[in-house]
């Protein structure tokens, strides 16, 4: 008979063990989408057990508890043996950190929130407390990134500007669960539970970089500073094609939520504006402070982290995400793309596929959809493949050649979102239509052909992205009194 249960060791760490009857099994591992734990085990004879951290180690980080999902049970039998599953169903068990279950297939992993607000009803009652509460607003700031799926992009630039500038002030940083790690000296908060909706509250400023999901109800003197997460191409908001009055009302309501609004430059300043129904409030047009770090990062401890020699080519594949599907694009064999052009290929998904997409694999493949920071990959690369996504406003800043993989271009364009300009006019690199031309031109590699466009490029798009875009947005919230600085 095979048992699984889950304890919190003398260590204080979430564990689970899996114990069984017969000769001890090779191996034990728990397998999800994003991670992988191995079990330390013992007994030989007639009894062995397994015990398996619940936490791990990824980019050279610390360890943190595992992300939430589901996780498959992996029982390697030993040789001539067959391997026996675990019996019965374990509950919900709070461990501290995280959640577990054992369903009778899996082990699930939760966000460590008490059951009782973990619940319709239990949200709907924190929601009421924070709608009606009046706290005296904080010295903090609450932060988030991509729904608290990682710490990074804009807001990362500005918590480590502000953390510099006035380390007085609290930090508190949204986290979908505690395998997101923070940085030094601020305080994680995972959505959903009390203490998130009270930081949401009490703060006097709100740096975002995506819609403010959940009911949000201003306290007087709170600001939101909308950082946005990229230079438009593909069109959005009220500008998506096909009306939806749902949508439209939905734009309107987010962009009300907003005092301030931050654009990469004096274009997306434009779109921005009208996009968001003719947003009337400021938009502070600096630069992206996410940018400042390719001005001093060479990329080499970031590659020491992913595991890649020194002298290796590094070509980074940075797709963006489909409306009509949730994981990335499969328009890339990138085992075989490195094999053909003797490089190493980074495989970074968009964020929306992070939760429900599984790493890439294969030789001299690196998924690095989980990265926490996407500027440290940019620094790392030596040529980005993307499509339509807006990273290529921000590799443009380090001047590296950059490739465009649109074998899609004329359904995207014409039926799933639309352009702001002629991509194949203005592209500072080629448009290919195929992972046969996409090796032929990066074979090429004709920088040459595309100078002049390159150098437009950055004059119309990056012309603020020098080093200082966090220093100046931070001057601005202190100057405002956003937050109080230093006396």
Known sequence: MTEVRFFVADDGLATAEVSGTGLRPAAVSLVGRRARVEARLTGRGRTWRAVLPLRASRWGGPSLPLPVGAYELRIDPAEG??????????????????????????????????????SGEGQDALERRYAAGREELENAVFFESFYGRNVSDNPLAIDRELARRAPDVVRYWSVV?????????????????????RARGASRLLVVNDWMRRRF???????VLQTWHGTPLKRLALHRPGFDPRRAAAVIKESRRWDVLLAQNAYAERILRKAYA???????????????????????????????????????????WRDDRDE?????????????????????????????GKDAAGARVIDVTGFPDTGRLLAA????????????????????????????????????????FDLADAAPGPLVRSQAELVDAVRAADADAYADRYARWRRLFNALDDGHAAERVVARILDQGYVRGPE
């Not at 019965?88 to 369903?103: S, Y």
């Not at 996504?389 to 921000?394: E, R």
């Open 328 to 356: 990335i694009v499969d328009f890339v064999d990138p085992a075989a793309l490195a094999r053909d052009l003797d490089a190493v290929v980074l495989v970074r998904g968009h964020s929306r596929t992070l939760l429900p």
């Open 217 to 223: 109800a201003r306290r007087p003197g709170q600001v």
């Open 278 to 320: 003719f947003f009337r409030r400021p938009i502070w047009v600096e630069g992206h402070p996410r940018n400042d770090s390719l001005h001093t990062d060479d990329g080499a401890a970031t590659r020491r982290t992913l595991g890649v020699a020194p002298g290796e080519r590094v070509l980074l594949y940075a797709p963006t």
């Open 381 to 420: 690369a030596d040529a980005l493949i993307t499509d339509y996504s807006s990273v290529m406003f921000d590799f443009s800043v380090t001047g590296k050649p950059m490739y465009f993989l649109v074998p899609d271009i004329e359904h995207y364009r014409g039926e799933l979102r639309g352009f702001y």
């Open 177 to 197: 669960d505690l395998s997101v790690q923070v940085p030094d000296g601020a305080v994680p908060v995972v959505e959903g539970s009390p203490e998130w909706w």
């Open 81 to 118: 043996t067959d391997a026996e599953r675990p019996d019965g169903t374990v509950p919900v068990t709070q461990l501290g950190t995280l959640r577990a279950e054992w369903d009778g297939e899996r082990v699930l992993i939760g966000p460590p929130i008490d059951p009782a607000y973990d």
